[in-house]
């Protein structure tokens, strides 16, 4: 047993310490220049990278609220369309009846003042021709009585039977 | 133990393989066995070529890092004596045959370990144990490299993380993201759950450095080939490590769990001492696991090349080579099999001493 360990730390400690050395004095050259930058460097990458996924995301579902945002709003302007043509439709319908609810109001109104003014002017008319009619009636009794009246006995004989009929009254 | 009989017959390459699987080990024991061997087997044949000599040099470490044919790279030698410091090149030694006149002391390279040595050129036990050795061995000098790789890959990784930020990544920063990544959410977030994000800099530096390591013990040229992450110390280290950071995270349940478990009060001389057991055990088992398991895949590479040189005969290269790289191939998934098992148990172990109960 005693040879077996005999000369081991003689021959073996040197080796022992340069390799405890060389490991620990890269552990911490590593680990302060390498080590840590590194795995700096790829935790923040990775936490990048997992950040712009869960952006792509987002905007992945940004965009398709926006999608069918814009989808109800075209359905709402179809709708809107709709009703208002609907609207205009009924607007010139109810115009259409209007005016010609409005003409046949007024051309009867228009038919009744000219058969009015109609009416007038034959009355006019008429009193006019009574007027004539009187005027040259009157005219031609003159004439008739004045050519009857030319004989004086016939003058006299008037006026004897116009006072008879007075006497007798 | 003995071995000759394995050794002896060079025909067969199954026995080779179960030998070097039975004999490998680094520990003095073994060593000394293995001396006495060496020397019956430099009797036999003097000339002859010795596998598992050759493994066992090439799976250990040393003061040498040995790069082409003759060609090695002398390292720095420091040692810790009584009664000084000491720091000489390695090639003063020409690999063990000479001894060197220090200042306090001669040392000589006993199988590869640095020995005080006395007039007579012989193995001075006395003033051995006075010396420590704080060489920059090629273990040492391999794990540096490693060490300095990563460095420099994350420090260039996490600037491109500065300069492009909140960008995707690119170049050598999208290869290294995965991968921290898999550390981050199969192994840490799992295993510790909530809080993860303190331990996330040790597994990261468990992981690739045990990965760096293991990869650059396959690669057979020169700033590779070590075995570091297939050394026992590197491995102790690394565990002992691990179990500091576990205990020292543990909360209050996992000491009552440890101390005061739900078990009849007549049972806890049974079950502390278990449960204490477990505290040791688990980082050990992480210890033993990386270790063999490296050194393993080591040692099958390094016993098939060797047929080579046991048949003797350039024609068995092809069939080495073959088994050889389908052996590298695996070897490729073991290193991250490895780094990812021993930072997978290190959180679950993070992970129960940090656990909310109730």
């Known amino acids: 047993m005693e040879q077996l360990f005999e000369g081991l730390l003689n021959d073996h400690l040197g080796f022992v310490v340069w390799a405890a050395v060389a490991f620990i004095l890269l552990l911490i050259l590593l680990g302060k220049f390498a080590w840590k930058p590194i795995m700096q460097a790829i935790t923040e990458r990775e936490r990048s990278i997992e950040d712009a996924l869960l952006k792509a995301e987002a905007a992945k579902e940004e965009m398709a609220r926006l999608t069918d945002e814009n989808e109800a709003l075209l359905k709402k302007a179809r709708i809107e369309r709709d009703l208002i043509l609907h609207e205009a439709r009924k607007v010139k319908e109810q115009m259409i009846h209007d005016a010609r609810d409005l003409a046949q109001k007024e051309g009867a109104r228009m038919l009744e003042i000219a058969r009015i003014e109609i009416n007038n002017q034959k009355a006019i008319a008429l009193a006019d021709v009574k007027n004539q009619v009187a005027a040259l009636s009157l005219e031609i009794a003159e004439k008739v009585l004045r050519k009857q009246f030319e004989d004086q006995a016939k003058q006299d004989e008037l006026i004897a039977d116009l006072l008879k009929e007075v006497k007798l009254k | ?358």
């Open chain 2, 1 to 358: 133990m003995n071995f000759s009989h394995i050794l002896n017959s060079k025909k067969t390459a199954l026995s080779l393989i179960l030998g070097v699987f039975l004999t490998f080990c680094a520990c003095n024991t073994f060593a000394i066995q293995h001396e006495e061997h060496v020397k019956e087997e430099k009797n036999a044949e003097e000339e002859a070529f010795n596998p598992t000599t050759a493994i066992l040099e090439h799976i250990g470490d040393s003061h040498y890092w040995h790069v082409l044919g003759e060609t090695s790279i002398p390292l720095p030698v420091i040692l810790f004596t009584d009664k000084g410091t000491e720091f000489f090149s390695s090639a003063v030694f020409h690999h063990g045959t000479e001894a060197h006149q220090g200042q306090f002391y001669t040392y000589k390279l006993v199988e590869d370990k640095i020995k005080a040595v006395d007039a007579n050129g012989e193995v001075d036990k006395e003033a051995s144990s006075h010396v420590y050795d704080f060489s920059i061995t090629k273990n040492v000098l391999a794990m540096w490299i490693a060490g300095t790789l990563i460095l420099i890959i994350f420090m260039s990784v996490a600037s491109s993380y500065k300069k492009r930020e909140g960008k995707a990544p690119k170049g050598l920063q999208s290869l290294v993201e995965p991968i921290i990544m898999f550390v981050r959410d199969e192994i840490a977030r799992p295993n510790i759950g909530r809080g993860y994000q303190r331990y996330m800099p040790i597994l990261l530096t468990i992981f690739f450095f045990i990965w760096m390591n293991n990869l650059l013990g396959l690669v057979p040229l020169f700033p590779g080939g070590a075995n570091v992450t297939g050394n026992i110390m590197f491995t102790f280290v690394m565990s002992a490590i691990v179990m500091l950071v576990v205990n020292f995270s543990a909360n209050k349940y996992y000491w009552k769990h440890i101390f005061l478990p739900d078990v009849p009060v007549w049972l806890y001389p049974i079950m502390i001492p278990v449960e204490l057991i477990g505290v040791i055990s688990r980082p050990f088992a992480l210890m033993i696991r990386l270790y063999a398991n490296i050194s393993a895949g080591h040692i099958i590479v390094l016993s098939l090349i060797s047929l080579i040189f046991i048949f003797k005969s350039i024609a068995v290269a092809p069939v080495s080579i073959l088994f050889v790289l389908f052996m590298d191939v695996l070897e490729l998934l073991v290193a991250f099999l490895q780094a990812f098992i021993f930072t997978m148990l290190t959180a679950l172990f993070i992970g129960t001493a940090v656990e909310d109960h109730h």
